[in-house]
């Protein structure tokens, strides 16, 4: 089984609202990133975790906020977004870091709507 | 830095045409390579990889092979269908958990 999951599929949310989300995934990955991505172009990099530590930051607003609370789950804390932040954002895990060879799986992602 | 250079799309076929859209790349070390599919509305699904030189990555009919060479890794399908109409992303990992990706090629299918 090499599913990612994440929810929800659509968020709606007021710039003022504090929202959530999640990414779930039971394939013992223990690297799991954040990607950003607009309309008709590649993902863009947030953030990765490896083995629950945060490893990478890719300079990315504090409005965003990552959380790995245990192995399989990471989650997404949204609060004072912008109507910019509008995008898909995208769920991946891999076996680790350390290997080039390691294939990054995707879930399906959550569209997020910034009003 | 490790880059990706796509064919520009978008790109229209006819049913049952071939289908070639260019990759080549530029990175440091030895890196694996990846061709990435996304449906309208939906993540991305890892359609094939490979991940040394001449290794051939194949899934559904489409095929690539890495070219040290030439450093490149072009996605070939002999027969597309109009179910393949999505957008295709060839990217490579490189270390410390990076994926660099290209910017993505539109394909339309036509019956």
Partial sequence: ?115 | GNSVTQMEGPVTLSEEAFLTINCTYTATGYPSLFWYVQYPGEGLQLLLKATKADDKGSNKGFEATYRKETTSFHLEKGSVQVSDSAVYFCALRGNAGKSTFGDGTTLTVKP
């Avoid at chain 1, 890719?58 to 997404?76: D, G, K, M, Q, W």
């Avoid at chain 1, 977004?81 to 995008?87: C, I, T």
């Fill in chain 1, 1 to 115: 089984d090499t599913e990612v999951t994440q929810t929800p599929k659509h968020l709606v949310m007021g710039m003022t609202n504090k929202k959530s989300l999640k990414c779930e995934q039971h394939m013992g990955h223990r690297a799991m990133y954040w990607y950003k991505q607009k309309a008709k172009k590649p993902p863009e990099l947030m953030f990765v975790y490896s083995y629950e530590k945060l490893s990478i930051n890719e300079s990315v607003p504090s409005r965003f906020s990552p959380e790995c609370p245990n192995s399989s789950l990471l989650n997404l804390h949204l609060h004072a977004l912008q109507p910019e932040d509008s995008a898909l954002y995208l769920c991946a895990s891999s076996q680790g870091l350390a290997g080039t060879t390691d294939t990054q799986y995707f879930g399906p992602g959550t569209r997020l709507t910034v009003l």
